[in-house]
T-cell receptor, first 110, second 114 residues
Framework: QQPVQSPQAVILREGEDAVINCSSS?????VHWYRQKHGEAPVFLMI?????EQMRHEKISASFNEKKQQSSLYLTASQLSYSGTYFC???????????FGSGTQLTVLP | SAVISQKPSRDICQRGTSLTIQCQVD?????MFWYRQQPGQSLTLIAT?????????ESGFVIDKFPISRPNLTFSTLTVSNMSPEDSSIYLC???????????FGPGTRLTVL
């Protein structure tokens, strides 16, 4: 099953913070976060592994709660360049492929 | 990180025809994945392609419609056969060892079927 992302969309002012959540009904081994700008391919942000540490990419960080089968992406002091659609991709069991959430559209306004 | 190229970058095709999309990687990779992304939607896995074996298709996708070749560790093709307007999508290839490894995406092929 597809992981559930929330919110579906968020609009921020430059400098504000945002949190994007990803929740799965399956036990997770990994959570991958990507950002996709319109007309472009998804760009890898970070990967969180079961038993691993919270990750950070510039002013973007993410956590992984294995028990709750959830991950959250934290965007701090957002910049205009953060605008795009954020996808989580989850890996579970012995599956080699990822299953992607429905996406969260983030818009950062000046 | 892997550098991935796809050809063509976009195409407009007539109903009933077929299009073959190429994916080239700058290094040898074990796993290659083909995704479809319909307008405004998420990424849906079509199939996983391993070199030297048959591709593994996800539910809802069949080999007759989406034949895949994987002749070596740096190259794969996806053919969209007997196209209909419902096949209009972006098709992306990606590479990664497994679900605990980083997966990188190619730039995608934007397909429009008239």
């Amino acid at each position: 099953q597809q992981p559930v992302q929330s919110p579906q969309a968020v609009i921020l002012r430059e400098g504000e913070d945002a949190v994007i959540n990803c929740s799965s009904s399956k036990a997770l081994y990994s959570v991958h976060w990507y950002r996709q700008k319109h007309g472009e391919a998804p760009v890898f942000l970070m990967i969180l592994l079961k038993g691993g540490e919270q990750m950070r990419h510039e002013k973007i960080s993410a956590s992984f709660n294995e028990k709750k089968q959830q991950s959250s992406l934290y965007l701090t002091a957002s910049q205009l360049s953060y605008s795009g659609t954020y996808f989580c991709g989850t890996g579970s069991g012995s599956a080699r492929q990822l299953t992607f959430g429905s996406g969260t559209q983030l818009t950062v306004l000046p | 990180s892997a550098v991935i190229s796809q050809k063509p970058s976009r195409d407009i095709c007539q109903r009933g025809t077929s299009l073959t999309i190429q994916c080239q990687v700058d290094s040898q990779v074990t796993m290659m994945f083909w995704y479809r992304q319909q307008p405004g939607q998420s990424l849906t896995l079509i199939a996983t392609a391993n070199q030297g074996s048959e591709a593994t298709y996800e539910s809802g996708f069949v080999i007759d419609k989406f034949p895949i070749s994987r002749p070596n560790l740096t190259f794969s093709t996806l053919t969209v056969s007997n196209m209909s307007p419902e096949d209009s999508s972006i098709y992306l290839c990606s590479v990664g060892k497994d679900s605990t490894d980083t997966q990188y995406f190619g730039p995608g092929t934007r397909l429009t079927v008239l």
